[in-house]
Structures are given as structure tokens and as C-alpha cells.
Nanobody, 124 residues
Framework: QVQLVESGGGLAQPGGSLRLSCVASGRTFDAYSMGWFRQAPGKQREFVGGISRSGANIYYSDSVKGRFTISRNNPKNTVYLQMNSLKPEDTAVYYC?????????????????WGQGTQVTVSS
């Protein structure tokens, strides 16, 4: 079992930045690849990006590539999502998820554990 808790969401202006954190407790954090997903009102949850167990492999969706950065600090049991150049269409609830595979997957159904989500609103 692993428990995930996201934080760092809030209100940002277009062009602004936010950094989300996801802290894990329970089993060894570096046994999990980690994914970030988001769900906007009335839309399906979508893959934002993911990072492998070691942090050596990182993937992004086309919609955030070049603006968002995922990193992890295994000794601190934490994965981060740095979001820059935010757009109104980035408004969503953001979730982190954990999976025991070496590499992160884009399909939400592949993930075993989820956080409760944190709201990100981008508006002027």
C-alpha cells in the first residue's frame, strides 16, 4: 500500500507558474513509477506526464511539453510537477498516481494508487 497526498494547487494568472508536490507514504517510494494526470470539468481524466522509478525517463503529453517539468526526490518520497507558462486550459484537478512498473504509463487504468487531487485554476 502507498498513500499519496498532493499539494501546491491554487489560483494562477495566465503566464504564471505553480509547483505541485505529491508526497508518498507506505512502501518504498523508488519502487514506483509516478504519473501526473488532470481532469477538467466535464472532461475525462488525461495524462499530463510521468517519471520512471529512477527519474531517468520522463514523458509529457504534447499539451504540456516545454511548459511543465516533472522531477522526483526519492529520499524525500516526493514527486513534483513544475508548471510554467500556464494557460486557462490548464485549469483542472491534478492527480498524482503510482504504479509498480519501471516506466510510467499513459493509461490511468495502469496505476494502482491515486492521490485525492489538488485544484489548479488559471484565470485573470
Amino acid at each position: 500500500q502507498v498513500q499519496l497526498v498532493e499539494s501546491g494547487g491554487g489560483l494562477a494568472q495566465p503566464g504564471g507558474s505553480l509547483r505541485l508536490s505529491c508526497v508518498a507514504s507506505g512502501r518504498t517510494f523508488d519502487a514506483y513509477s509516478m504519473g501526473w494526470f488532470r481532469q477538467a470539468p466535464g472532461k475525462q481524466r488525461e495524462f499530463v506526464g510521468g517519471i520512471s522509478r529512477s527519474g531517468a525517463n520522463i514523458y509529457y503529453s504534447d499539451s504540456v511539453k516545454g511548459r511543465f517539468t516533472i522531477s522526483r526526490n526519492n529520499p524525500k518520497n516526493t514527486v513534483y510537477l513544475q508548471m510554467n507558462s500556464l494557460k486557462p486550459e490548464d485549469t483542472a484537478v491534478y492527480y498524482c498516481a503510482a504504479d509498480l512498473r519501471v516506466l510510467p504509463r499513459t493509461d490511468e487504468n495502469e496505476y494502482d494508487y491515486w492521490g485525492q487531487g489538488t485544484q489548479v485554476t488559471v484565470s485573470s
